[in-house]
């Protein structure tokens, strides 16, 4: 079975530029999450989307922070513009449904210099 | 903000020795999971306890669950090098819909 994947591995941007983040979850799986994780910290929940519904964004920067799940399948998040403090890794997980057993990508870790 | 708080931060054993690590949380969950994360990679799912157990075994795995106190604990016995890692609680907080809410972690070392 196929697991969580994530694109890019690494990424190192300037302040005040772009990025975007690409995640394919596991097949059937209805939930899927974006988390961030800085160096030493629990993942922290930015946004869950049930199918192609969000479910809950509450943590997510949204003057600067985007996230889509078109068709209910793949998933991207974005950063425009990007501040120094955004620099973490970026997990995206995918579980059967809402608090069931999640699988993890190996994460895109971001650097803005 | 974070649902979950383990303690301790961190825990250093012997190889051999067994870790006990606990979780604490404050709202009303339908169940609570542990994960496990090495260095620089993503982390894995160890298991999943419902609010309706009270322990559940899996492997060299022991997990308690005390929702009069809202807390959990994970016991790792028979330590080995490999356990070295850091371990998160994960609670599903029921605010409308369910959300995957993780704690700070605690960072295991086993040492030779």
């Known amino acids: 079975e196929a697991g969580v994947a994530q694109s890019p591995r690494y990424k190192i941007i300037e302040k005040r530029q772009s990025v975007a983040f690409w995640c394919n979850p596991i097949s059937g799986h209805a939930t899927l999450y974006w988390y961030q994780q800085i160096l030493g910290q629990g993942p922290k929940l930015l946004i869950q989307f049930q199918n192609n519904g969000v479910v809950d964004d509450s943590q997510l920067p949204k003057d600067r922070f985007s996230a889509e799940r078109l068709k209910g399948v793949d998933s991207t998040l974005k950063i425009q513009p990007a501040k120094l403090e955004d620099s973490a890794v970026y997990l995206c997980?995918?579980?059967?449904?809402?608090?069931?057993?999640?699988?993890f990508g190996q994460g895109t870790r971001l650097t803005v210099v | 903000s974070q649902q979950g708080e383990e303690d301790p931060q961190a825990l250093s054993i012997q190889e051999g020795e067994n870790a006990t690590m606990n979780c604490s949380y404050k709202t009303s969950i339908n169940n609570l999971q542990w994960y496990r994360q090495n260095s620089g990679r993503g982390l894995v799912h160890l298991i999943l306890?419902?609010?309706?157990?009270r322990e559940k075994h899996s492997g060299r795995l022991r997990v308690t669950l005390d929702t009069s106190k809202k807390s959990s604990s994970l016991l790792i016995t028979a330590s080995r090098a490999a356990d070295t890692a850091s371990y998160f609680c994960?609670?599903?907080?029921?605010?409308?819909?369910?959300?995957?809410?993780f704690g700070q972690g605690t960072r295991l070392t086993i040492n030779p």
């Open positions: 306890i419902r609010s309706n157990e």
């Open positions: 997980a995918s579980s059967f449904s809402g608090g069931s057993e999640a699988f």
């Open positions: 994960a609670t599903d907080i029921i605010q409308g819909a369910q959300k995957l809410v």
